[in-house]
């Protein structure tokens, strides 16, 4: 294997554990380590708005979204350049929003840019219309 594609297979790695602590650090309300990882210009978009960063991580901590469980269908990671990587996953979300738990399936779509370490710049949420 070249050294550039056993340096894109470890970013590949990192990208996708860096998205596994992010749904854990989520559902445990971990807004130090999300803190920690989202881009100071990050922006995420949901199904009923668009936030900043700093609105994200307020959601989180004060708990307006509550997020449970991620199931993961699939995923990939291609990489853009050596310091974007766009990762794609397709799961099953569950969360309490308004005081309900909703289960939704979703393609998330993460922006991840290399600058001094991997940051997470964007996150969407795309409801699929494909049965539960």
Do not use: C
Request: hydrophobic share 40%.
């Amino acid at each position: 294997m070249l050294e550039a594609e056993e340096d894109q297979v470890t970013d590949e790695t990192t990208i996708i554990e860096l998205s596994e602590n992010k749904w854990r650090w989520m559902a445990e309300r971990d807004v130090e380590a999300l803190d920690g990882l989202f881009d100071e210009r990050a922006r995420f978009v949901h199904m009923g708005a668009t936030m900043t960063r700093q609105q994200e991580l307020d959601v989180i901590r004060e708990g307006h979204i509550e997020y449970r469980e991620t199931t993961v269908h699939e995923r990939s990671v291609p990489f853009l350049s050596e310091s974007t990587a766009i990762m794609l996953t397709r799961l099953d979300l569950v969360a309490v929003v308004g005081g309900n738990e909703v289960t939704n399936p979703f393609m998330v779509t993460e922006v991840f840019v290399h600058e001094d370490g991997w940051k997470l710049a964007s996150m969407s949420f795309t409801r699929l219309l494909t049965p539960q």
